[in-house]
């Protein structure tokens, strides 16, 4: 049976994990949000959070977005590929409420799986 838990190992905890995922990144973007990703060595996804006071004066207006997107990822982790996944939060992003953001998360996991299903070639340089 599959768990749908949010433990530690599905984290990203040191600053290090988060700056691999910012050298060129997958991205799925609204213009409130944008969903990071990079393939990880791990065997399961994992989950970064940035949700800056710039954005979001309040503490408890940035622990709702924070709430809602870690439980968007716990419900959908078993579909995701093994990457890793920064979520940036943008201005207006307050300014959306619970189903609306639901919804626009529901549809950024939507284009990571599809993504990861074809990937794109790589970039010549």
Do not use: Y
């Given at each position: 049976?599959?768990t ?115 990937p ?6």
């Amino acid at each position: 049976m599959k768990t749908l838990t949010f433990s530690r190992e599905l984290r990203l905890l040191a600053p290090v994990q988060f700056k691999a995922v910012f050298e060129n990144p997958q991205r799925a973007s609204t213009p409130q949000m944008t969903l990071l990703a990079k393939a990880n060595d791990a065997e399961v996804p994992r989950l970064g959070l940035t949700v800056a006071k710039k954005h979001l004066k309040r503490a408890h207006d940035r622990n709702r977005i924070k709430r809602i997107v870690r439980e968007t990822f716990r419900l959908k982790q078993h579909e995701l590929p093994c990457a890793d996944f920064v979520f940036v939060a943008k201005a207006g992003i307050g300014k959306l409420d619970n189903a609306t953001l639901f919804e626009t998360l529901e549809k950024l996991w939507a284009r990571h799986i599809r993504l990861s299903k074809n990937p794109a070639p790589p970039v010549q340089k």
